[in-house]
């Protein structure tokens, strides 16, 4: 893979790696380590990709990976991080208490919200990328809209 290519997959996606990183790690720091994180290693194993859905979904996973591993790690169970209140830029007021009602959510069902919701994938793919079953997913789903509809109303 030559530079120009990684820089086109960077561009395609980085937006896309970086919101769900900060979905998972609520830091605006340490989501940008991980969308760093994710593309090098992209790089490191010279990764080939069959078509662009193959990209976007080998970078999720992976990014998904390199953030349970961030949460995982001890210092962040000593360390209480502030929620950041640097969301994207151009989003309504709404939409910012929106996001941090989501962001609120347990993990297992913030992930599946925020995929099906803001990157438009269905339940299966979704099942793909946590490694979980359909079926688990649409519950996920189910118990995180009940969840928003008693904090947003």
Not at 29 to 43: C, P, R
Not at 62 to 87: P, Q
């Amino acid at each position: 893979m030559d530079e120009k290519q990684i820089s086109e997959i960077y561009e395609r996606n980085a937006d896309m790696v970086y919101r769900l990183c900060f979905s998972y790690l609520k830091n605006r720091e340490d989501a940008l380590d991980a969308v760093q994180n994710t593309f090098y290693q992209m790089i490191r194993t010279e990764k080939e990709f069959d078509n662009t859905e193959h990209e976007k979904a080998w970078l999720l996973v992976t990014a998904g990976n390199i953030c349970k591993n961030v949460l995982k790690h001890w210092w962040r169970k000593n360390v209480s991080i502030e929620e950041s209140d640097s969301l994207a830029a151009g989003e309504s007021p709404r939409d910012r208490e929106l996001m941090m009602v989501i962001l609120n959510l347990p993990l297992q069902y913030r992930i599946p919200v925020y995929l099906y919701y803001y990157e438009g994938y269905t339940s299966a793919e979704i099942g793909k990328i946590m490694g979980k079953s359909d079926a688990t997913v649409r519950w996920y789903l189910s118990k995180g809209r009940e969840l928003l509809k008693k904090e947003v109303g």
